[in-house]
């Protein structure tokens, strides 16, 4: 996949909507039943972001990174300041935030991931963008020392240096960037005065990776 491992600056995404999306298929039989279904196993994330800039040199470092990108062609790392973190935005990140697994006494390799609700109807969303520097590994709840195990920030994965023993909960905190790309090819700037002007909102859209 077409993809530029870089985030998007903070400021350029100031004043953004958007959020998560299903896609769900609703049949009404001639009973007044419905049969739901989906053909999406995980939610994906939109956003619009632009409509508050007014700054030129704001609009103009957002052109700038759009051009980078080449119009939709490549992907790039976006922070959703309303979900960011593998706990609540303003908490505290812990070792115990996450689980990713139990060991089985061969297995080093576990896939960050993050729970949305509670029990067997619990959303699990895999994590695959990770922020350098912010992953907390625990083991049975004790928390491992850096250096202990490493993590690909291009993909979420987890190695240990070691398996974990049969039956150990390995969990993990972190915070994460969304996989995301321009969904158009074209930007509309209008400009106000010498030093101000307004940006048509620009569709953002979350890439599988």
């Known amino acids: 996949m077409a993809f530029h491992e870089v985030r998007l600056p903070a400021r350029l995404a100031f004043g953004s909507t958007g959020g998560v999306e299903r896609r769900t298929d609703v ?12 053909p999406w196993a995980h939610g994906r994330r939109r956003y619009l972001i632009g409509a508050s800039l007014r700054s030129l040199d704001d ?10 990108r080449r ?20 908490g505290a990140i812990t070792a115990q935030d996450q689980g990713l697994g139990v060991g089985d006494g061969v297995r080093t390799t576990f896939e960050l991931s993050k729970r949305y609700g509670e029990g067997e109807e619990a959303a699990v969303r895999r994590i695959h963008k990770p922020v350098a520097g912010t ?21 979420g994965t987890v190695i240990l240096q070691s398996p974990a023993a049969e039956g150990v909960v390995v969990t993990a905190g972190f915070e994460f960037d969304v996989p995301v790309r321009f969904d158009a090819d074209r930007l509309d700037v209008t400009l106000e005065s010498f030093a101000a002007g307004r940006m048509a909102a620009v569709p953002l859209i979350e890439v599988r990776v």
Do not use: I
Not at 59 to 68: I, K
Not at 76 to 89: G, V
């Open 27 to 38: 049949v009404t039989l001639g009973s007044g039943f419905e049969r739901r279904s989906s």
């Open 135 to 155: 992953v907390r590994l625990a083991l049975a709840g004790a928390e491992l020392a850096a250096g202990t195990f490493e993590v690909e920030p291009t993909t």
């Open 71 to 90: 119009g939709r062609l490549y992907g790039f790392r976006l922070r959703d300041f309303a979900d960011f973190k593998s706990c609540p935005p303003s």
């Open 59 to 68: 609009m103009a470092a957002l052109t700038g990174f759009f051009e980078a």
